[in-house]
């Protein structure tokens, strides 16, 4: 079938917006999804810096939701109809997703990021009849449909607002997750979110979920008025004694901390802020050491890396719709949406920090 997406075909071009050619015949527990919008993530802008390890041309998008169009065999949980969200992709067989930790997949990197499944070979085709990169994410929803795995899909109640809620797929999944799903916070806890965007603010708004304690640093006044709306104490990244003041708030030191900037000065900060048997968490790959001050693991206190949040979709997503329903997380209020022709304007508004989560609406008949 013919559709529109957006293609990115060079590490240092913009995005196009083409006509493609998507092989729309469906393998076994297969999916076809109407896209009604998609979340542009920072991992999808990373793209451009993988050294090529990502391969190009692309059509990139791993924040998709839609209506279900036509299903394949095998297929009993969703059917035509079904409004679904589509997070990442796994292989459903490894000992990592048999004990219910998917984001942990042994082919986690190879399916979502490599495009690695044989089956994905030839799934794209342009203009000109030359294949573009298998699919991203086991998805690619920067286009007006996607095929997908109905393993990585969870329908949601028809009546939500489906093209807002691609985001919490991955994104806002992320932040949530890190919280409710690998610290498993409560009442009384204390947590620092280091990097107040669309990942961190999502870990605030979860935390306050939990009556935690929240303390948000950022350099951008914008993104702390923002964490101070959703309940968290704001504290500007270059404050002195970062680590003092981040105890001091947190009376005594924080349980949890949430990197989500790879600063490794912030890092040694809040390591320095943590309370004896303290944990620690970065959810980005670094690039380059990181280096630590002495005996800021000591006294039990720990540093980890997780992805996407430890969470399960298929458990988490419906926990924070609720959540959403109920006042307790509100997403909506980071969302701004673009046309998917407009993709290089929410690009750039991203990166300069003007918007949190933009979300690319595709071109639809009747919209």
């Known amino acids: 079938m013919r559709v529109t997406a957006a ?3 060079d590490h240092g071009t913009p995005f196009t917006l083409e006509d493609i050619d998507l092989r729309a015949r469906l393998d076994t527990g297969e999916i076809l999804v109407r896209i009604a919008g ?22 990139l998008g791993h924040e998709g939701a839609g209506v279900v169009t036509a299903v394949g065999a095998g297929v009993t949980d969703i059917g035509v109809g079904d409004h679904v969200l589509l997070s990442f992709d796994s292989c459903g067989r490894c000992e990592h997703c048999l004990r219910g930790t998917p984001s942990y997949c042994e082919s986690f990197a190879a399916l979502n990021l490599f495009g690695a499944r044989p089956d994905d070979a030839g799934r794209f085709t342009d203009r000109e009849g030359r294949q573009l990169a298998p699919r991203w994410f086991g998805q690619s929803a920067f286009a007006q449909y996607a095929v997908a795995r109905a ?4 329908a949601v109640d028809r009546a939500l607002p489906i093209e807002l809620l691609g985001p919490l797929g991955c994104g806002f999944l992320t932040g949530a997750g890190s919280v409710l799903s690998a610290f498993r916070m409560s009442a009384g806890d204390t947590l620092a979110v280091l990097g107040a965007g669309a990942v961190g603010l999502a870990a605030v708004m979860a935390a306050r979920a939990t009556a ?8 951008h006044r914008e993104r702390l008025a923002l964490a101070e709306r959703f309940g968290a104490t704001a504290i500007p990244a270059d404050t002195p004694d970062l680590g003092g003041e981040l105890r001091r708030h947190g009376r005594g030191g924080v349980r949890f901390a949430l990197d989500t900037t790879g600063s490794g000065e912030l890092i040694n900060h809040a390591l320095s802020a943590l309370l004896p048997r303290g944990t620690l968490a970065v959810i980005s790959r670094h690039r380059a050491p990181l280096t630590l001050a002495p005996g800021l693991l000591d006294r039990g206190r720990r540093l980890v890396h997780l992805c996407e949040g430890d969470a399960v979709p298929r458990i988490l997503i419906p926990r924070l719709i609720a959540l959403w329903q ?9 969302i701004t949406t673009y ?26 008949a009747g919209r």
Request: charged share 20%.
């Open 151 to 154: 393993r990585n899909a969870v």
């Open 212 to 219: 935690a304690t929240v303390l948000a640093v950022d350099r």
């Open 339 to 364: 046309p998917l022709a407009a993709i290089n304007d929410a690009e750039r508004d991203c990166l300069a920090g003007r918007v949190v989560k933009p979300v690319l609406l595709p071109p639809h």
């Open 38 to 59: 998609c979340g542009l993530c920072h991992t999808d802008l990373a793209v451009r810096g993988s050294a090529g390890q990502s391969p190009l041309p692309a059509i």
């Open 326 to 334: 109920r006042g307790s997380f509100p997403f909506d209020q980071l």
């Open 7 to 9: 293609v990115l075909r």
